[in-house]
């Protein structure tokens, strides 16, 4: 019999995955119910997933009253609402819950959820969907092998973009740790995961710094406004240009999420009226100098490992494209992770790019993919060995560390000692 499983938070992760499903594993699963505070967000997905009125719901409040209604759960609101749903779901008697991450900023929260989950029997999966990509597998699967010997250091980037950057952590959702949270939980708990899980060791100490460096008032350039389209007169020069980036500059329309129109305006159908709308007195139209935002543009973390290896993270706004770069050293040889390609020099001996899949195909969506395929064989029973899943258990871990450096960076890179560390 097919799974059934319903979403809350219907938005870009929320319908990305619910698309998934209906289109890769309609054999297996279904859309069930349907869960957000906006009626627009029901009625523009309800019907394409075949979802009638009465298993649509406008608050989490009504929809677990009605107990466990589907086989499968998706949590895919905004991080600040993700532990109170996810407790009130593991409580109802959800056994099987897909969480996006982060889980939570709050230690306490995320841990409990940890222990409600054990507690229940439940199986609680965060999606840190890099792991499930066949880039990073890949990597796992060399470090495990032993090739390139013991683990002696890895020194990673994760290059967000300055246009993703300003979309996400300046004029948007992630732009306030405090109704969010910091930029190196928000953006690299995958990260700290990946790290995390190549190492295959506890972390033990922790330090960082960083700041809002640029995205300030004092950065503005001469005649810049509030908003791009109210008269800016430093607009012709500049790379945040929201008229630019959302209306007339063909590589964003192209390459960059591709449903912007409906971050900005709310709607999945979206008129070019709307989103001129948006720009012109909406969040996203705002000069990046002149917004409320409070995350680190730019952050150096310092790791060290129980094994003795070290690592480094360094998360900056400030590149062109979006991408991530990693060398991971061993004993033996070296993985040199550029984008998507891959290549293992092994000392003394053989140099070689490494086949990761076909191009244009690694990644973030692909791991999105993946992540929810994962999920599907775990319903379906088909997949039981949860080694390397990114359970709750596993991603305490990477939300350990991300505290832990903000905690440093907040007391100027003084290291902080994880007490009870555990390994992804
Ligand atoms: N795994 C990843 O790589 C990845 C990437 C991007 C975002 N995220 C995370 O995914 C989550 C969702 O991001 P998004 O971009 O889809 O956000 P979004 O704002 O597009 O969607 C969130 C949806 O949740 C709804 N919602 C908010 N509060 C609700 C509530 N209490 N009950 C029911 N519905 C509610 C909103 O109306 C909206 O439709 C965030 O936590 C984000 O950090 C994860």
Same mark, same amino acid.
Request: charged letters at 25%.
């Given at each position: 019999?097919?799974?059934?499983? /319903?979403?809350?938070?219907?938005? =870009?992760?929320?319908? #990305?995955?619910?698309?998934?499903? &209906? ?6 699963? $279904? ?27 406008? +608050? ?9 209604? /589907? ?16 407790? &009130? ?18 230690? %306490? ?5 940890? !222990? ?17 990509? =066949? $880039? ?16 002696? +250091? ?19 959702? @992630? ?15 995958? *990260?700290?995961?990946?790290?995390? @899980? ?20 004092? %950065? ?6 509030? $908003? ?8 012709? =020069?500049?790379?945040? !240009? ?51 935002? %409070? ?11 129980? %094994? ?49 899949? +076909? ?28 080694? *390397?899943?990114?359970?709750? #258990? ?5 939300? *350990? ?9 907040? =007391? ?13």
């Amino acid at each position: 019999m097919k799974k059934s499983i /319903s979403v809350i938070g219907l938005g =870009n992760r929320g319908t #990305e995955y619910m698309g998934f499903i &209906k289109a890769m594993h309609g054999r297996k699963a $279904y859309i069930h119910s349907l869960c957000d505070i906006r009626q627009q967000a029901l009625d523009d997905f309800a019907p394409a997933f075949d979802v009638p009125k009465y298993r649509q719901y406008l +608050s989490t409040d009504d929809f677990f009253s009605r107990g466990v209604v /589907s086989d499968a759960l998706i949590i895919a609101t905004q991080d600040a609402s993700h532990y109170e749903i996810t407790k &009130k779901a593991l409580e109802t008697g959800y056994k099987y819950i897909l969480l996006e991450k982060p889980v939570s900023g709050n230690e %306490n929260e995320y841990k409990e959820l940890r !222990d409600l989950a054990k507690e229940k029997k439940a199986i609680l999966i965060v999606c840190h969907v890099l792991r499930y990509s =066949n $880039y990073y597998s890949k990597i796992k699967k060399i470090i495990a092998s032993g090739k390139i010997g013991d683990i002696v +250091s890895i020194n990673h980037t994760e290059n967000v973009g300055y246009f993703h950057f300003a979309h996400s952590f300046v004029r948007g959702n @992630w732009r306030d740790e405090f109704t969010s949270t910091p930029s190196i939980l928000a953006k690299c708990c995958h *990260d700290l995961d990946l790290i995390s @899980w190549f190492m295959d060791s506890p972390c033990v100490s922790v330090s960082s710094t960083g700041e809002v460096g640029h995205f300030k008032k004092e %950065n503005a350039p001469a005649g810049a406004t509030p $908003y791009c389209t109210g008269g800016c007169k430093a607009k012709k =020069n500049c790379p945040y !240009d929201a008229e630019a980036l959302y209306i007339t500059d063909p590589f964003y329309k192209a390459k960059f999420i591709k449903y912007m129109g409906r971050t900005l305006t709310g709607k999945a159908n979206n008129s070019k009226a709307d989103i001129r709308k948006a720009i012109d007195c909406g969040d996203y139209g705002r000069c990046v100098y002149m917004c409320d935002n %409070n995350v680190c543009d730019h952050q150096l973390v310092t790791m060290k490992f129980e %094994n003795g290896a070290v690592a480094t993270l360094e998360m900056t706004a400030f590149s062109d494209k979006m991408f991530r770069q990693s060398h991971i050293v061993g004993t033996k040889g070296e993985l040199i992770c550029y984008g998507a390609k891959l290549e293992m020099r092994i000392f003394g001996g053989e140099h070689h790019s490494v086949f990761t899949g +076909s191009p244009g195909f690694t990644g973030h969506v692909e791991g999105d993919i993946r992540t929810v395929s994962n999920f599907i064989k775990i319903i379906c029973g088909e997949k039981t060995d949860l080694k *390397d899943v990114t359970t709750i #258990e596993a991603t305490v871990a990477s939300h *350990d560390m991300a505290l832990a450096a903000e905690e440093s960076r907040k =007391n100027g890179g003084i290291p902080v000692l994880l007490k009870e560390s555990v390994k992804a």
